[in-house]
């Protein structure tokens, strides 16, 4: 129970990647606020982890609205008297041709992506810079450190985040915070199962040396790691949970990879 009565927001967390986020951390111990557009959603999520004895609150939350987002950093305080951990997860995808991607669209994307997390990191920021300790952890992805097809809008977010996490890092260190952020590659979960097509699909599992997409508990693992004290000398860092596709250059068939030995 490496996160006992820790009081953690998870943004986007009615469902996914963001609710394994939030099962993982409360059964670490976290008292943890499920925040989320989806209103109904974030409720259903924190009855299910009532159910399950752990301590849950749900908040509905639209991450782009300043207003809606210092309403969410008070209700943690109302309901649990602190805030030791922030979970930037609430995140859009968007899989479209650069010169088909629209202004909506790529501001739309941005907003989400990277003014929600810049809005919750600050409303959180303040709080925890009060207490003197905190962590902020960023869901990113690799399309944010590498140029994925189709990924204009998404990947520039996602690279800013990456950017953000750095310089947060850097200047909120002296308040005892923490900044990091996690960058998976692909997960199952309700996000690609609408954008992955099978060539998407059939592609990345050829790409991955671990020849498979994520499930989302292993992205919360790696979040429950860099919010505990297994992790209090890293800050600014980005890791990736991507199965070895950031890392890895040529892939050859194994049959093919013995034949170049010989
Ligand atoms: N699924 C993947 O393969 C993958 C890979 C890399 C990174 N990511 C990132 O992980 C995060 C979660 O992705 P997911 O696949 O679980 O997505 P998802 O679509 O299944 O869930 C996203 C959640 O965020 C909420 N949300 C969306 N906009 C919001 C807003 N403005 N305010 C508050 N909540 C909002 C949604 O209601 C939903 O509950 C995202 O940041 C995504 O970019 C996902």
Redesign the pocket.
Known sequence: MRLQNQAAIV??S?????RAIAGRLAGEGAHVLIA???GE?ACRAAAQLRHDGLTAQAVP????DPIRVKAMVQAAFDNFGRLDILVN?????LNRPFLKTTLEEFEFTVR??LI?AFLCSQAAAVRMAEQGAGKIIS?A?ISGQRGAQNRSAYGASKAAVIQLTKVMALELARYGIRVNAVA????V????DVTHSQAIRQTYQSRIPLRRYAQCDEIAAAVAFLASDDATFITGHTLNVDGGFVSSGLIFDLDDAAGAVE
Request: net charge negative; charged share 15%; proline share 6%.
């Open positions: 943004t986007g009615a469902r996914g990647i963001g989320d557009v989806d959603g939350v639209d991450v782009t997860n609430a995140g859009v995808g989400v992506n929600g869901v992805s998976p590659g692909p997960v979960t309700d996000m690609t």
